[in-house]
């Protein structure tokens, strides 16, 4: 019976964070009410504050949360390259093309207008995002380049440059294609985006 109690609450507040974050996408920080929050997570105001104090506990929390769930979705793409194949390349054209999908997914793009939106109010926030999906992800994927580099499969490199490297070769691309997140990019764009870097990537990184 503890158990289930416990379950329950975790399982509400999880369901707080998400409606919080919905909310403050939706509205932002000052036109967003505790009680829309409460609304959209189908539980009281009063439980709102029972799991988290205030707006500001709320809108920390929610944003962490998102940027957990964000990172999540990435390093499991990125556990791809633990078992890449015989095909190098098409193993990180995939992995490439799914980061590029998860980064411009909705909630990615939410939690990037979000962080910045409120930089003048909370100005570590937008440290909190980076930490919790870029620079998590940087060194997942320079632990899977380096065990491609001790393989054999790439040259000899320090891989956390040639995650920066692999990463900003996604990312930037897709920030000019995309103007910034406020156009939607197609998948075949996407794609030809993913391959390209990989193309650009192993250039520079393959074995002689």
Do not use: W
């Not at 959209?40 to 929390?61: F, I, M, Q, W």
């Not at 070769?169 to 995309?178: F, N, Y």
């Amino acid at each position: 019976m503890t158990v289930t109690s416990g379950r329950g609450r975790i399982d509400k507040r999880q369901a707080i964070l998400d409606a919080a974050f919905t909310v403050f996408a939706r509205r932002g920080y000052d036109q967003a009410c505790v009680q829309e929050i409460a609304e959209e997570a189908g539980v009281a105001k009063p439980t709102v504050y029972n799991h988290l104090s205030d707006k500001e506990n709320l809108l920390r929390h929610a944003v962490e949360a998102a940027a957990d769930a964000v990172m999540a979705d990435n390093l499991a793409v990125a556990d791809r390259l633990r078992d890449p194949g015989d095909d190098l390349r098409a193993a990180m054209e995939d992995v490439a093309y799914r980061m590029l999908r998860v980064c411009c997914d909705q909630r990615s793009r939410a939690l990037r207008a979000l962080a910045y939106a409120q930089a003048s109010r909370f100005p570590d926030l937008i440290d909190v995002v980076r930490e919790r999906t870029s620079h998590r992800l940087g060194e997942a994927l320079a632990d899977r380049l380096a065990r491609l580099s001790l393989a054999g499969r790439l040259r000899s490199c320090d891989p956390s440059v040639a995650a920066e490297q692999f990463l900003a070769l996604l990312t930037g691309p897709m920030e000019a294609r995309s103007h910034l997140g406020t156009r939607t990019v197609s998948a075949a764009e996407t794609r030809a985006v993913a391959n390209a870097a990989v193309d650009t990537f192993l250039r520079a990184y393959q074995p002689e």
